[in-house]
């Protein structure tokens, strides 16, 4: 046995630890036994590379990213590329879910000098940080047209011995560029009238309809990513417009969360959506799936359902909601980041099935109902003969088709989903990102207690308020400071502008969902707190950053949204929310003037910025607030909450839901309102003006 050992430790050396070690990002431990000498991002490296005169290799990716683990085992394992990049250069690795103000700078570097961009980033900055060659994935050596990395370390490295004036001159003038200067609003700027944004949102809806796919939903070609605040910007469009603009978003909005919901980038059986569909038919995902996705496409779909009554969206959001609490909420409350898109080192090996393994598992003739309900076919839809499981046909028709006659329907699918998660959950699992993110973790937070407060379903807000109190305690700092990550019990990064934002929506709905006028305090702390650190009165958009961090190049603004809602949105929706729940003046200032600010490029470019324009309409009209008093029982609630959510009239409204009545409290929501004859009782206002109780 000992020879054998001896023979497997020479095959696979055991590497000394680099300077990763010690870190908690999931991401940048797995690097840390790589022969590359890695660093983290901060004044030490920096300074490394000033001392030695060296370029820095900065690499940028994520735990679940598949692409970074290719170059991780191909490249940053070989010996040979390690040993070049050790001698000539310093090598950063960033995890960008922690440093997003650092992913967000340098890939906008890469874009600029190769007009697309992703992850693995690969990015060659001078000493000063100053960025001057990049790219994504680059394969070891050349193959298929491809450049070699180890072909680009060397053809770097010369450049930066021989050409060093003209690479640092064109470094200087990328990293100029990269600093992103809004101008001030003009003095006579303003919002539009009510009328003014209808016709705005009409030709808004028009644009994004000119890219819509009128077949499998969705914007664009492949790959089609959710897009959540199109839809939801879509969804409120149609419930203010009505006539054939508001027929035509909403049809856009729903005909898209219906074919994503039976597509492969949803998983069937265990909840949850991956990041983004490789194909236009939303059949094949790239596997990962990321809690911000959870949090910002749940809402989307309890807004379907309100709009429409379609059960089948309610559904969906149910079991978004049930995976994050079953496999993504963390013993304290605070939710982990994302699962790999690998596992046993192939993509989507643990979602896929082929005919063998539902039969296994189900035996004949169920696992013929489930080849015909989920589209598993002899050939496979995705590799090696597996399928990806889609809602390829209605269940009554392949019940019918595989020869089943079932007393019900619903209760016989649910068995199969049911048996299919068991037997995959005896399968090698992707690689879990336990670290919780503060600004996925609002999302998660919001996303719940909607779905609690809409459905009627107490559970989902109680985990919203568990990891709300969590992030509270782990992520908070004496001095009321907030960081971005934690694991582990260490917190680290200082937390960004979208930590905040999205934190403070969560921390609103959460108000809104139980009536407790303690997360309203703790929002407007929150805000008050997020202004004085990320306002500018100059130009009335939030800062990114706190500007604190003095090695990042640049402190930038970026008010349009991303793979997330643009936070500085967020920001402005929330500001609106809270003017209408406190009525303090300065609240509804700040909104209408971040609103101002960003007008003319919603107006340039409405595309790229709809979580702005669906927060518009509250600027222009402050929304009503629809407070419903019980008398104790949460459950006499519910026929206010079913109307509050389900009839038109009221979907304008900010609902806020309180099971007690307390008269007592100085909060104007809630002083002198008590649950009349002992029932629930509606108080319904805009502004200082209310309509009479509702029993």
């Known amino acids: 046995m000992l020879p054998f050992l001896l023979i497997m430790l020479a095959q696979e050396p055991i590497h000394a630890e680099n300077h990763l070690a010690g870190q908690t990002s999931p991401y940048l431990l797995q690097h840390v036994r790589n022969p590359v000498d890695w660093w983290p991002w901060g004044e030490e490296a920096l300074a490394r590379a000033a001392a030695e005169d060296k370029p820095i290799f900065l690499s940028i990716g994520y735990s679940a990213c598949h692409w970074c683990h290719v170059m991780e085992r191909e490249s940053f394992e070989d010996a040979e590329i390690a040993a070049y ?268 099935w082929t005919p063998e393994q539902l039969i296994e598992v189900l035996g004949e003739p169920r696992a013929e109902f489930a080849r015909r309900y989920y589209g598993v076919t002899p050939q496979g839809t995705f590799e090696h003969g597996s399928s990806v499981l889609q809602r390829a046909m209605p269940a009554g028709e392949a019940i019918t088709a595989a020869g089943l006659q079932v007393e019900t329907e619903a209760a016989f699918v649910e068995e199969v989903r049911a048996a299919l998660y068991a037997a995959r959950e005896k399968r090698v699992h992707p690689h879990l990102d336990d670290k919780v993110v503060l600004s996925w973790n609002g999302l998660a937070v919001d996303a719940l207690a909607r779905a609690g407060r809409i459905l009627g379903e107490p559970r989902y807000v109680e985990a919203a308020e568990r990891c709300a109190r969590f992030l509270r305690t782990a992520l908070r700092t004496e001095d009321g400071a907030w960081h971005r990550t934690w694991r582990g019990g260490v917190a680290k990064h200082r937390a960004v502008l979208e930590d905040h934002a999205y934190l403070l929506r969560g921390l609103l709905s959460l108000f809104q969902a139980t009536g407790d006028e303690y997360w309203l305090e703790q929002a407007e702390d929150l805000a008050t707190d997020t202004r004085a650190r990320f306002g500018d009165a100059e130009t009335g958009v939030f800062w990114d950053t706190d500007g604190t961090d003095e090695t990042l190049l640049h402190r930038r603004q970026s008010p349009w949204d991303g793979a997330t809602p643009a936070a500085n949105g967020v920001m402005l929706e929330c500001l609106s929310v809270l003017h209408a729940f406190t009525q303090e003046e300065l609240w509804a200032a700040a909104a209408r003037g971040g609103q101002i600010a960003v007008l003319q490029m919603v107006l340039r470019s409405p595309r790229g910025f709809l979580t702005t324009a669906r927060a518009l309409a509250d600027a222009v009209s402050e929304p009503a607030v629809a407070v419903v008093v019980g008398p104790g029982d949460p459950a006499a609630l519910d026929a206010w909450r079913v109307a509050l959510h389900r009839r038109p009239e009221y979907f304008s409204a900010l609902p806020v839901l309180r099971a007690r009545a307390a008269p007592h409290l100085e909060l104007g929501l809630f002083a002198h309102r008590e649950a009349r004859d002992n029932k629930a009782t509606l108080y319904l206002c805009r502004g200082t003006t209310c309509e009479a109780p509702k029993n």
């Not at 309890?302 to 059960?311: C, I, K, S, V």
Request: glycine fraction near 12%.
């Open 85 to 352: 990049l050790n001698a000539h250069f310093v090598s950063i690795k960033v995890d960008r879910e922690e440093r997003p103000d650092l992913d967000d700078i340098y890939m906008d570097a890469v874009q600029r000098m190769t007009g697309s961009g992703g992850w693995p980033m690969s990015v060659f900055l001078t000493p000063e940080r100053m960025p001057f060659y990049g790219g994504t994935y680059f394969p070891p050596r050349a193959m298929q047209g491809r450049p070699g990395f180890l072909d680009v370390l060397t053809g770097v490295e010369k450049a930066w011995r021989e050409r060093r004036a003209d690479v640092v001159a064109s470094a200087q003038e990328l990293g100029s560029m990269l600093a992103v200067a809004l101008p001030a609003p003009a003095e006579d700027a303003a919002l539009p009238s009510e009328e003014e944004l209808r016709v705005m949102e009409g030709a808004w809806i028009e644009e994004i309809g000119a890219g819509f796919d009128a077949v499998y939903g969705g914007f664009g070609r492949a790959p089609k990513f959710p897009r959540a605040e199109d839809i939801r910007f879509l969804l409120a469009a149609s419930a203010q417009l009505g006539g054939a603009e508001g027929k035509r978003a909403r049809a856009m909005a729903t005909h898209t969360l219906s074919k994503m919901a039976a597509g492969g980038m949803y998983d069937q059986i265990g909840g949850g959506f991956a990041r983004y569909s490789v194909d236009a038919m939303w059949l094949i995902p790239h596997f990962e799936k990321m809690l911000y996705d959870q949090g910002t496409l749940i809402p989307a779909y309890l807004e379907a359902w309100q709009l429409t009554g379609d059960e089948a969206f309610a559904q969906i959001a149910r079991e978004c909601c049930d995976y994050l609490l079953r496999e993504m909420q963390g013993a304290g409350g605070g939710f982990y980041a994302s699962t790999d898109a690998d596992s046993e080192g192939e993509e989507g090996k643990f979602f896929a």
